[in-house]
């Protein structure tokens, strides 16, 4: 299986392919629509797309959005307009979302299956792979987009006996939720929530998570992702601290029992 955290600057895409030939895409990179000083810059475009191409992936199985918000979510529409989606995967969000509301339409367009879930939702993707839903409850619907972040889809991917927690953007109530709910959570590999956000990444959580590596999807930023103190707290816990600003597209394959890590910049793998 491979998996790779995709290099969209300040955003998340991560792209899962198993050992049948399923590819899945979790979140989607920011886009056009972005407030933030990003400009026309359209990740689904200019980076997912041509990435998926280079791989020779003409169709996704289902493409997960953690939430949705333009980091997450932007680059989706160029994404289910121009190849072959089967499912559409988002948290269920309890206000008006313009983003929300303009995907449902262009994924009823492309005939793109579209289904809210939350925690205990969970996809068996050929032999012996399986993403689910860790999080969130149905009960942590988010009332605005300032709090969707802790209503992020929190999924673990697992192979056999490697696993990867993709923890979207989730902050301290969401961290608090997901240690409460009893799931095991320690995992080989970690995507850090919220881009290593100084409000994300408690000690409890990187506690229970217990990971080997812990990969930062980041760009530049004025929200002073990821915080320096995140980062130790990571290092201190004896976890590999991995980010897509300094390594680029971080790649992971793995046969179920171990794994190999790199970052496409520095590609002497560790
Ligand atoms: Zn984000």
Redesign the pocket.
């Known amino acids: 299986m491979e998996i790779t955290v995709l290099d969209v600057g300040?955003?998340?895409s991560v792209v899962v392919s198993t050992p049948s030939g399923h590819h899945i895409l979790i979140d989607c990179g920011p886009g056009p629509t972005g407030s933030d000083d990003q400009g026309i810059w359209d990740a689904g475009k200019g980076t997912v797309l041509p990435y998926l191409r280079y791989k020779g992936i003409n169709r996704l199985d289902a493409i997960f959005v953690?939430?949705p918000?333009d980091?997450?979510m932007g680059g989706l529409s160029s994404i289910i307009n121009n190849i072959k989606v089967d499912r559409l995967y988002m948290p269920p969000v309890d206000y008006q979302d313009s983003m929300v509301t303009a995907i449902i339409e262009e994924a009823r367009e492309n005939n793109v299956l579209m289904a809210y879930i939350t925690d205990g939702y969970s996809i068996k993707v050929g032999d012996r792979v399986s993403i689910e839903a860790v999080h969130p409850p149905d009960t942590l619907k988010a009332s605005s987009t300032d709090t969707a972040?802790d209503s992020s889809l929190v999924l673990m991917v697992t192979y056999r006996r490697f696993k990867m927690l993709l923890a979207?953007?989730i902050e301290k109530l969401g961290e608090q939720s997901v240690l409460a709910s009893g799931n095991d959570i320690n995992v080989d590999v970690l995507k850090v929530p919220?881009?290593g956000s100084k409000t994300s990444s408690s000690p409890e959580f990187i506690d229970r998570i217990n990971p080997t590596y812990a990969l930062i999807s980041v760009g530049n930023n004025n929200y002073g992702h990821p915080s320096d103190e995140v980062m130790e707290r990571y290092r201190d816990s004896g976890t590999e601290v991995i980010t897509t600003k300094e390594a680029g597209a971080i790649t992971i394959i793995t046969d179920g029992t171990g794994f190999s890590i790199k970052g496409y910049i520095n590609q002497n793998g560790r």
Do not use: L, P, V
């Open positions: 300040q955003g998340d953690s939430h918000h980091d997450h972040n979207g953007d919220h881009h």
